[in-house]
């Protein structure tokens, strides 16, 4: 199975992703995690994504605050699928890095989830490996089984807490 890479553009955004290696090694993906800046480390950045397919990477995760052109950076360097994490901050609240996520240009896509969005790129990362991994695919439909049972549960015990 291929990797997925796991980019901060700092530690302060290691909490988001805590969540995105928990939700990866929920569904057994091997992942391998880095500090790498857009800005304060390109030459490793753009090196990590220029040699990223041949170490057996087939998806990247790219989490950044602010400017948040870690995403960008990472996908000028690739044709792997570059998915972007935008992190919220005190400045803007996260918008700061949710459009400078989201507003590539044409030629260099990111795909990019919610503000914050951590499991949802290892979800995301799931679906683009189980494209061709059938167990992947497998484990994934599982969890989504799972996930909608324990809305039904609720929904069958909420009549009584409302009355409480």
């Known amino acids: 199975m291929k990797k997925v890479g796991i ?13 995105t290696a928990a939700a990866l090694r929920s569904l057994g993906i091997p992942y391998e995690t880095h500090v790498y800046s ?26 950044a605050g602010m400017a948040a052109h870690l995403a960008g950076a ?17 400045a803007l609240d996260g918008i700061d890095a949710l459009l400078a996520t989201v507003m590539m240009p044409s030629g260099i896509p990111v795909a990019t989830v919610a503000i914050d969005g951590g499991v949802n ?20 439909d599982e ?3 799972k996930d909608a049972a324990a809305v039904i549960e609720k929904d069958a015990g909420i009549s009584a807490r409302i009355e409480e």
């Open 143 to 145: 969890k989504r089984r």
């Open 74 to 90: 990472i996908a000028a360097n690739t044709t792997l699928p570059v998915i972007g994490i935008p992190c919220k901050s005190n």
């Open 38 to 63: 857009a800005h304060r480390t390109p030459a490793e950045a753009r090196d990590f994504a220029l040699s990223a397919r041949e170490n057996g990477f087939g998806v990247i995760i790219c989490a």
């Open 121 to 140: 790129a290892a979800l995301l990362s799931a679906q683009i490996l189980a494209v061709e991994d059938e167990d992947l695919a497998k484990k994934l």
């Open 7 to 19: 980019i901060m553009g700092s530690d302060s955004d290691l909490p988001i992703l805590k969540k």
